[in-house]
C-alpha cells in the first residue's frame, strides 16, 4: 500500500527551483562532472554533487536510486532533495550524488532521532495498553505526514557520526515481549512496512509472553529485530535490601549475560542494545553492558536524540493508551533549534 506524501511548502519548492535553475545553468555553460554516471538521456543536468533527471513513467524514488546511486536503500536521500514532493508531481528530480552529511546539522538547528516505545495492546485502553484503532492511526500518521520509520541498529552509525539518517527519521520499539505484540502490533506494521525493534525479557518467553514459533514469524518477515530487557524485569538499578556488593554484581551478570545468552540461541542477529527494566540504570549497569559489547542502552526518559546524545542513555517516548494523537505528535521531536532552552 502506499500512501500520498504532503506537497512540499512554496518555500521548499523555491528552493529546489533554484538549484534545478543553478544546475541546468551549469550544462549549458558545459561544466560539471560526467563521470559519477552513465550517459542517460533523461539526465537534463548535472554537476559534481547533484543531477537533474526527468522521471521514467512508474518510476518511484526506489527506482532513481537505483538506477543513478547503485542503492535502492538511497531513496530517502533523493526524497529528502526534492522536499518529500510526491514523485508523480515532479517533472525534473533533484538526484544528489555523494552521502549526506553525518551528524544532521542544519546551520540553526540539527536532527534528533525520536524513539517510540509501546508495551501492550488491548480493547480497552490504559497507560500501558494501545488499542489496534490508535496505534494504526498512529502508523497512518506517520505514513502520511513524511515520517521515514528506521532501524534501531542504524542509530550506533549516526551517533558516531559515521553515517546519516533520513529527515524526519523515527525508530519504533516494544518492550517486554507481550502476546498482544504479535495480535495486534505485528499485522498493522505488515500493512505499513515499519521495522519495529522488540526487547523482550527472556523468563516471559514461552512463559505468558510470546513463543518461539511467533518471535520466528516476526523476524522471517524482516520487519521485528529482538534484543534483550533483562532476564527476569527486575529493576537493575535498585539494590535489595541487604544485598551485598558481591551479589548485586552477580545478579547484573545474570540478567545481562544469561538473557543475552539465551537470546544468541536462536538468533542470527548481534545483540546491540539493551533497553532497561523500567528505563533505570545507573553506572554499574552501563558499564556491564559495556564489557559484554553492546553498544547502546535505552532509557524511557522522555525526548529525542541528536548525534551527541550518550549511546547508554538514549531517551524514548513512552506512549500511552490513555493519550490521544496530541501527545504522539508531541513524541515526535526530529529536530531541535540551537537556540533552543
Not at 510526491?86 to 528530480?93: E, G, K, R, Y
Amino acid at each position: 500500500m502506499r500512501y500520498q506524501r504532503k506537497s512540499a511548502t512554496p518555500r521548499a519548492r523555491a528552493r529546489r527551483a533554484r538549484l534545478v535553475l543553478g544546475l541546468m545553468l551549469a550544462l549549458l555553460a558545459g561544466g560539471g562532472a560526467h563521470s559519477r554516471v552513465v550517459v542517460d538521456e533523461h539526465v537534463i543536468g548535472r554537476s559534481d554533487k547533484y543531477l537533474v533527471v526527468v522521471p521514467r513513467p512508474g518510476d518511484d524514488y526506489a527506482a532513481l536510486a537505483l538506477r543513478y546511486l547503485r542503492d535502492p536503500a538511497r531513496a530517502w536521500q533523493i526524497e529528502d532533495a526534492n522536499d518529500s514532493a510526491p514523485l508523480q508531481a515532479l517533472d525534473t528530480v533533484v538526484v544528489p550524488l555523494g552521502a549526506p552529511e553525518p551528524g544532521g546539522f542544519y546551520g540553526d538547528s540539527y536532527q534528533t532521532v525520536p524513539i517510540l516505545a509501546y508495551h501492550k495492546f488491548g480493547d480497552t485502553p490504559s497507560p500501558m495498553t494501545v488499542t489496534r484503532e490508535m496505534f494504526l492511526a498512529q502508523m497512518q500518521y506517520l505514513a502520511e505526514h513524511d515520517y521515514r520509520v528506521v532501524r534501531l541498529r542504524d542509530l550506533p552509525d549516526f551517533l558516531a557520526g559515521r553515517k546519516a539518517l533520513p529527515q524526519r527519521a523515527v525508530i519504533i520499539t516494544f518492550d517486554d515481549g507481550h502476546q498482544s505484540i504479535y495480535r495486534v502490533a505485528f499485522p498493522v506494521l505488515k500493512r505499513f512496512g515499519f521495522p519495529a525493534t522488540l526487547f523482550i525479557y527472556t523468563d516471559y518467553i514461552e512463559n505468558g509472553g510470546l513463543k518461539w514459533d511467533q518471535l520466528g514469524e516476526m523476524i522471517d518477515s524482516g520487519l521485528f529485530e529482538l534484543q534483550p530487557h533483562s532476564k527476569t524485569h527486575a529493576n537493575l538499578a535498585v539494590r535489595w535490601d541487604d544485598e551485598s556488593d558481591k551479589r548485586y554484581a552477580e545478579r547484573l551478570d545474570q540478567e545481562t549475560r544469561l538473557s543475552g545468552q539465551k537470546l544468541r540461541e536462536h538468533l542470527a542477529d548481534p545483540l546491540y542494545a539493551f533497553a532497561y527494566p523500567y528505563g533505570d540504570a545507573n553506572d554499574q549497569v552501563i558499564d556491564v553492558l559495556r564489557g559484554e559489547g553492546y553498544a547502546l542502552g535505552l532509557t524511557v526518559m522522555r525526548g529525542a536524540n541528536a548525534t551527541f546524545a550518550p549511546p547508554f542513555l538514549l531517551r524514548r517516548n513512552m506512549i500511552f493508551g490513555t493519550r490521544g494523537m496530541a501527545q504522539f505528535r508531541e513524541a515526535l521531536i526530529v529536530r531541535q533549534q540551537l537556540d533552543a532552552q
